[in-house]
């Protein structure tokens, strides 16, 4: 089965320059949100990264204001009923399915799959996260081992405001602490980039006008290191976050994820409990910035 594509153009650019291999979402226009072909199209950039020897280093960066608003739940490009080559796991073709059966397999490959995967590629991978880094884009930006923010970016995950317990790579308690992740999901604001660094989730924040220079200057100097060396010091850290709990842990949630889906489905308007990208931008704008973040 061929992979299925509604955009007019690649999703996803390639670069490399030097030693850095540069992938950059290219869906500006709609804040980088990611439908199917732009996943699949970040899988292909990832394995042409994994496959250069020389590239030692990934960079994953967002073209225009925002890294990635997340989820495509609304674009005129959203592809979610369509079906793609399988590449995260054995789970049926989920297009000619129906409910859970459908939903689960679909997000056991695109969501859950596809970022366990690029955790393990066996590079250091660096993200470059300006503006909006939102759900679906946490995801992405927290499977990279290092993050560099520019000073102008957010990060947020609304989710439950459609009853949802977390996107679906969850990993929230492994990279703030606990009781920052309720409160980070409790109220769905926004986190801004100092406030990130405080907790533990970002490595550093520069001005937004240096960021693409500042992250290329932390990745060449990562990419000075051997690159056997690199890769099983990613090996490492990641064993001793799973020996944490954190392959188990989204294991578990992954089930809650998708048992909120099916309470949806019976309890409100659809399985993301009525919410659109209209009303979760209202709701997002409506509240305040975190209170450390407006001086109180």
């Known amino acids: ?111 859950l799959g596809m970022c366990r995967r690029w955790r393990e590629l066996p590079k250091p991978m660096v993200a470059s996260v300006q503006g909006a880094c939102v759900a679906g884009g946490l995801m992405l930006a927290w499977v990279c081992d290092l993050i560099v923010a520019a000073e102008d970016a957010f990060f947020a995950d609304p989710v439950v405001r459609m009853g949802i317990p977390g996107v679906e790579y969850f990993a929230h308690p492994w990279v703030m602490p606990p009781r920052i992740a309720k409160e980070f999901l409790y109220t769905g604001d926004r986190m801004g980039a100092r406030r990130a660094y405080e907790v533990g989730m970002v490595n550093r924040v520069v001005p937004t006008a240096e960021l693409t220079e500042r992250t290329m200057e932390l990745a060449a100097r990562i990419a000075e290191m051997p690159r056997m060396g690199l890769a099983l010091t990613k090996r490492a850290v990641n064993q001793a976050e799973d020996l944490q709990g954190l392959h188990t842990g989204m294991d578990s949630v992954f089930g809650l994820h998708h048992l909120a889906h099916a309470h949806n489905v019976e309890t409100a308007p659809d399985a993301l409990g009525g919410m659109d990208i209209r009303s979760m931008r209202r709701h997002s704008a409506e509240r305040p910035p975190y209170p450390q973040e407006a001086g109180a």
């Open 1 to 111: 089965m061929s992979a299925a594509r509604t955009a007019s153009t690649e999703p996803v650019r390639y670069a490399r320059q030097g030693p850095v291999a540069f992938v950059t979402m290219d869906r500006p226009d709609y804040r980088n949100a990611q439908n199917s072909a732009m996943t699949y199209a970040l899988d292909r950039a990832f394995y042409r990264a994994a496959d250069d020897d020389e590239v030692k280093v990934v960079v994953l960066a967002g073209a225009g204001k925002h890294f990635s608003a997340g989820h495509d739940i609304g674009t005129p490009e959203r592809d979610a009923h369509l079906p793609f080559d399988r590449r995260a796991g054995l789970w049926w073709d989920h297009s000619d399915k129906r409910g859970a059966e459908s939903r689960f397999a679909r997000e056991s490959e695109v969501y």
